[in-house]
């Protein structure tokens, strides 16, 4: 597509549920991120996937969350027994692998457990 | 690891006029690239401008220039003829261009923009 989009943009959660986040990342960009953006912070990396393997998921909190890209595409985020403190905005992008230029984000899916 | 550091919470501009944003990092790296992004209400991270530190030259895109002092690891960003537009939230970042190619930013700036 002609930008990274993410479904749902906003999800409202119980405590202890479980959610799925969606990215679509730009056709034929190789490398995805997983962003957490908590109110007024910037954003905090999660993992970065590199085609269908994560490449680096040292930003992973816990292991609650958990992120795949089976096809080298699109990616889901995954997040187990929701706490009040996952509430944040989920930000992805994808990027050329290499080379001086940015990432192109989505817009984001809001985040609200209660 | 790198650290984007971003000591202004809050800035505040008159229409028309100029504002410079700042940013340090950390890094013992020699090859990296720097951005300034901007997001909006949206969410979406829009990028503003963008810098290869092996340049000297410091990145223009129209009303938006940056002061790159790689010895300094400072990078600010100045916004000329400022716009009601220009209201948002600015964020510095850097990227490794090594195989670590994730990106780091700052807390942010706010910054408004007085009619």
């Known amino acids: 597509g002609a930008g990274v989009s993410q479904t749902p943009s906003n999800k409202v959660t119980e405590k202890g549920k479980y959610v799925e986040l969606r990215c679509d990342p730009i056709s034929g960009h190789t490398a995805l991120y997983w962003y957490r953006q908590s109110l007024g912070q910037g954003p905090e990396f999660l993992i970065y996937?590199?085609?269908?393997?994560?490449?680096?998921d040292s930003g992973l909190p816990n292991d609650r969350f958990f992120a795949v890209r089976p096809e080298g595409s699109v990616s889901t985020l995954k997040i187990q027994r929701t706490e009040r403190g996952d509430s944040a905005v989920y930000l992805c992008a994808s990027s050329p692998f290499r080379g001086s230029s940015g990432y192109t984000f989505g817009s984001g899916t809001r985040l609200t457990v209660v | 690891a790198q650290t984007v550091t971003q000591s202004q919470p809050e800035m505040s501009v008159q229409e028309a006029e100029t504002v410079t944003l700042s940013c340090t990092y950390d890094t013992s790296e020699s090859d990296y690239y720097l951005f300034w992004y901007k997001q909006p209400p949206s969410r979406q991270m829009i990028l503003v401008i963008r810098?290869?530190?092996?340049?000297?030259q410091n990145a223009t895109e129209n009303r938006f220039s940056v002061n790159f002092q790689k010895a300094a690891k400072s990078f600010s960003l100045k916004i000329s003829d400022s716009q009601l537009g220009d209201a948002a939230m600015y964020f510095c970042a850097y990227r490794s261009a090594g195989n670590n190619n994730d990106m780091r930013f700052g807390a942010g700036t706010r910054l408004t923009v007085k009619p």
């Open positions: 996937f590199q085609g269908t393997g994560a490449a680096d």
């Open positions: 810098q290869e530190a092996y340049k000297q």
